[in-house]
């Protein structure tokens, strides 16, 4: 038995991008790759899965628990479906890293984190020490596959799939001893920032969170997301979602902009998989330019209503 | 209450890991160890619990080498009361670090276990959560903010959408994210006071736990460096430039 599973990510309304990305990694692996949905009514999310190419089959477990992803309901379920898989993969996000390796557990499955390369159906590369060690790993062949894949290394799959929905119903007793309580999102029309193909990020040198604003307008003339350094969330000039970096973020445009980011390594290790990433700050000798395709020493508060205007 | 708070030895997070000539590790000879950042996150949440009433008992337990001793020194003086070391040669791969805390767990019959989201070795992001599952009870990981009602805890998550709070039964797990606090620093006479302090050792192969199945870890490399480019002098020539690397038109 050689076939993929792959959970997707969404809102209960919206498939999230990174199921796109993490569908084109499952399907490195060779294998033919169904989606699963998990969700009170999984309608709209399995239609938008099923539209993306590769897709095999998309199967939708629906009941009143999976209305809120909580790991401790969703890992015995997806135990459960593992049955007919060799292969079980979620994304890299903060839901696939919450929910895979209790699932793994249940699975006696080793997981494999933040798959960035498949090299054949059981080895893997990934990242460790914060980016700055590659390892290979080989997964063991009598046990399944468990891994979650980093959407940054990963294209989306392309629309145009027309794969068979299908309901599943998973005779599976859940725990009542998670509940979710709310979910205080910071609501933005801006790109999402790790599917955006421009992002402009803020740090410390933006000094506060009214000079915030001047970030948003240039991203805002760039069709851009809106990202910040860790030292800005920290300083609370933004919300913790904006965080690109090592523990935020990993974001992979085809533009990055960086205003008063000094360049820590935890920020770079998020950054490293961007086209072209452009740094202006102050500090002739911050270790971003060190990694900058193009840098530009000045302060952006000059810089970007001129950047505003000759981009016309 | 008491609480149980895993500490992993790790190479210092100021320092930079560089693969081994062959290629089968990374170098660790006469570097800097320290306990990994996000486990002493966790420590220093457990002691202000502690500090306000709310748990009697704080116990760190390590698994790795003797060396790990030092570390659970640290988190003695630090505030832990007594410390564990599970004592291996063997890297743990998390499923099987999940099991041997289990079986601390259970012989100390602590009922949260409050530890670090990932380890900034492996960056696996697993033991937790496995820890959790095959305990049968709660998780709630990547906590910035954590209180405690009538056996449930009430923990907020720092997730890709913003901030979800969740509650879940105690006894559970927490896996702890930056934001949480601020680790406080260690006092002199705090380091003296943690010599007396218990540090019990124990064999690995004593404690009665089958390994599980592992991963088999292969080669290590540096990452493609991304190189450097060149500075612009003014706007102009970075809007002009952006056009021409196509990514502005």
Known sequence: MSRTLLIAEHDG????????????????????????????????????????????????????????????????????????????????????????????????????????????????????YANNVIVTVKAPSDTVVTGTIRTASFKDAPAGGQAEITDKSLDVEL??????????????????????????????????????????????????????????????????????????????????????????????????????????NKDPDAPIFEIADIGLVGDLFEIIPELEEKLG | MKILVPIKRTIDYNIKAKVTRDGSGVVTDGVKMSINPFDEIALEEAIRIKERGEAEEIIAVSIGVSGAQQQLRTALAMGADRAILVETEEATQPLHAARIL?????????????????????????????????WGRPQATFTSKLTFEDGWLKATREVDAGLETIAVELPAVVTTDLRLNEPRFVKMPDIMKAKRKPLDQRKLEELGVEAPAKLEVGTHEPPPERKGGHKVESVDELVAELKERGVLS
């Open chain 1, 175 to 280: 725990p009542g001893h998670s509940r979710f309580v709310e979910l205080e999102v910071h609501k933005s029309d801006r790109p999402d920032l790790q599917s955006a193909q421009r992002v402009v990020s803020g740090g410390r040198g933006v000094g506060n969170k009214e000079n915030f604003e001047i970030i948003y307008r240039i991203a805002d003339k760039l069709g851009a997301g809106v990202g910040a350094s860790r030292a800005a969330v920290d300083a609370g000039f933004v919300p913790n979602d904006m965080q690109v970096g090592q523990t935020g973020k990993i974001v992979a445009p085809e533009l990055y902009m960086c205003f008063g980011i000094s360049g820590a390594i935890q920020h770079v290790t998020g950054i490293k998989d961007a086209g072209t990433i452009v740094a202006v």
């Open chain 2, 102 to 134: 289990l079986k601390i767990r259970e012989e100390e019959g602590t009922d949260l276990v409050l530890m670090g989201k990932q380890a900034i070795d492996d960056d696996a992001n697993q033991t937790g959560q496995m820890l959790a599952a095959l």
């Open chain 1, 13 to 128: 309304k919206q498939l999230n991008p990174s199921t796109a990305k993490a569908l084109t990694g499952a399907l490195a692996v060779g294998h033919p790759v169904d989606i699963a949905v998990f969700a009170a009514d999984a309608g709209p999310v399995a239609e938008q899965a099923a539209s993306l190419e590769g897709a095999d089959k998309v199967l939708k477990v629906e009941r009143a628990e999976n209305e809120h992803p909580l790991a401790a309901t969703l890992a015995p379920q997806i135990e459960a479906l593992a049955a007919d898989y060799s292969h079980v993969f979620m994304p890299s996000t903060t839901f696939g890293k919450d929910v895979m390796p209790r699932a793994a557990a249940l699975l006696g499955s080793p997981q494999v984190s933040d798959i960035m390369e498949v090299l054949d159906a059981h080895s893997f590369k990934r990242p460790i």
